[in-house]
């Protein structure tokens, strides 16, 4: 246990090539929960964590808990459940990041709860064989976060998708990239989705690799769109791109930082923006369901950069 008691802060740092870590039995690794207590537990530099371990990461009051693999040839490969945060609780951040061509591997469940993060970089892969699931479908769970460039895969029951989802973020700031979801797909009207433009080839992008299905049977929650940048009127930007069936649709988009706004329609596997045009004043909204999105529109003329990150954001 890491940080686990009342104020006593703790960390644990596995590195080097040759490094590692072995359970035997089922043992229990935990990283925070102690109050004032901050935690701390990183595997890099090739180093590598094993065995029948169940893995929790948990803020707690004035403390936050962070479990970080990084670093090609750094790999965690578990036969049992991994849970980030704590189910309706509002505590400091509980962040499980892997990064920097490292890899994450667990055979059972993931659960990532309120204030929870998962943070997965560039060339970096997180598996969670059975299924993983971020929220729960309830509100009291509807902040977790999912954010990144690298891959998410479950091949077995999928991924259950309930909170919020930030292709090209990272704990430390907002940026651009693709997210790559690989394994079936679950979405809700508790689901939003973050895609931000700063230019016309630099915008997120989020691919996912099997069906894209609503939980609720219709909803597959809010798109918001933070636009830095005019577009032109012949520019498109395809944000999502399913190779599997898609059942279900989004149920509002917000548009961020434009003075105009577009068109949203599935083509093929592929939902895109294209046709920006002029805007009715803000307090106006209508259905999209004519141009294939059967979503509630709503403009924000001034850009919100930071709309709707992550409590940790300012920490």
Same mark, same amino acid.
Do not use: C, Q
């Given at each position: 246990?890491?940080?686990?008691?009342?104020?006593?802060? %703790?960390?644990?740092?596995?590195?080097?090539? %040759?490094?590692?870590?072995?359970?035997? =039995?089922?043992?229990?690794?935990?990283?925070?929960?102690?109050?004032?207590? @901050?935690?701390?537990? /990183?595997?890099?530099?090739?180093?590598?964590?094993?065995?029948?371990?169940?893995?929790?990461?948990?803020?707690?009051?004035?403390?936050? #808990?962070?479990?970080?693999?990084?670093?090609?040839?750094?790999?965690?490969?578990?036969?049992?459940?991994?849970?980030?945060?704590?189910?309706?609780?509002?505590?400091?951040?509980?962040?499980?990041?892997?990064?920097?061509?490292?890899?994450?591997?667990?055979?059972?469940?993931?659960?990532?709860?309120?204030?929870?993060?998962?943070? /997965?970089?560039?060339?970096?892969?997180?598996?969670?064989?059975?299924?993983?699931?971020?929220?729960?479908?309830?509100?009291?769970?509807?902040? #977790?976060?999912?954010?990144?460039?690298?891959?998410?895969?479950?091949?077995?029951?999928?991924?259950?998708?309930? =909170?919020?989802?930030?292709? %090209?973020?990272?704990?430390?700031?907002?940026?651009? =990239?693709?997210?790559?979801?690989?394994? @079936?797909?679950?979405?809700?009207?508790?689901?939003?989705?973050?895609?931000?433009?700063?230019?016309?080839?630099?915008?997120?992008?989020?691919?996912?690799?099997?069906?894209?299905?609503?939980?609720?049977?219709?909803?597959?929650?809010?798109?918001?769109?933070?636009?830095?940048?005019? @577009?032109?009127?012949?520019?498109?930007?395809?944000?999502?791109?399913?190779?599997?069936?898609?059942? =279900?649709?989004?149920?509002? /988009?917000?548009?961020?930082?434009?003075?105009?706004?577009?068109?949203?329609?599935?083509?093929?596997?592929?939902?895109?923006?294209?046709? /920006?045009?002029?805007?009715?004043?803000?307090?106006?909204?209508?259905?999209?369901?004519?141009?294939?999105?059967?979503?509630?529109?709503?403009?924000?003329?001034?850009?919100?950069?930071?709309?709707?990150?992550?409590?940790?954001?300012?920490?």
């Amino acid at each position: 246990m890491v940080g686990n008691s009342a104020n006593n802060p %703790g960390f644990l740092h596995i590195t080097g090539t %040759g490094s590692s870590l072995t359970t035997a =039995g089922t043992p229990y690794i935990s990283i925070g929960g102690g109050t004032n207590s @901050p935690a701390i537990m /990183v595997v890099d530099a090739g180093a590598t964590v094993s065995g029948n371990f169940a893995l929790a990461v948990n803020g707690n009051t004035n403390a936050d #808990a962070t479990f970080s693999i990084r670093d090609t040839g750094s790999s965690l490969t578990s036969a049992n459940n991994v849970t980030v945060g704590i189910s309706g609780a509002s505590n400091r951040m509980s962040l499980l990041e892997v990064k920097s061509g490292a890899t994450f591997y667990t055979t059972a469940n993931t659960y990532l709860f309120n204030d929870a993060v998962i943070h /997965v970089g560039a060339g970096s892969t997180y598996t969670s064989w059975n299924y993983l699931t971020l929220g729960d479908n309830t509100a009291a769970n509807a902040s #977790a976060t999912l954010m990144g460039t690298g891959t998410v895969s479950s091949s077995n029951f999928g991924l259950y998708l309930f =909170g919020r989802i930030r292709p %090209g973020d990272t704990p430390e700031a907002a940026g651009t =990239g693709t997210l790559t979801l690989d394994g @079936p797909t679950r979405m809700s009207s508790l689901t939003t989705s973050l895609f931000e433009f700063t230019a016309p080839s630099n915008y997120d992008r989020i691919n996912i690799t099997g069906p894209l299905l609503s939980e609720d049977f219709a909803s597959l929650g809010s798109l918001v769109l933070d636009f830095e940048f005019a @577009p032109s009127l012949s520019e498109t930007f395809t944000i999502f791109s399913v190779s599997g069936s898609i059942s =279900g649709d989004f149920t509002d /988009v917000i548009w961020s930082g434009l003075a105009t706004g577009g068109t949203l329609s599935w083509v093929g596997g592929d939902l895109v923006i294209s046709n /920006v045009s002029a805007i009715p004043e803000p307090s106006v909204s209508f259905s999209l369901a004519a141009a294939g999105v059967g979503a509630t529109v709503v403009w924000l003329r001034r850009k919100r950069k930071n709309f709707l990150l992550p409590a940790f954001a300012a920490r």
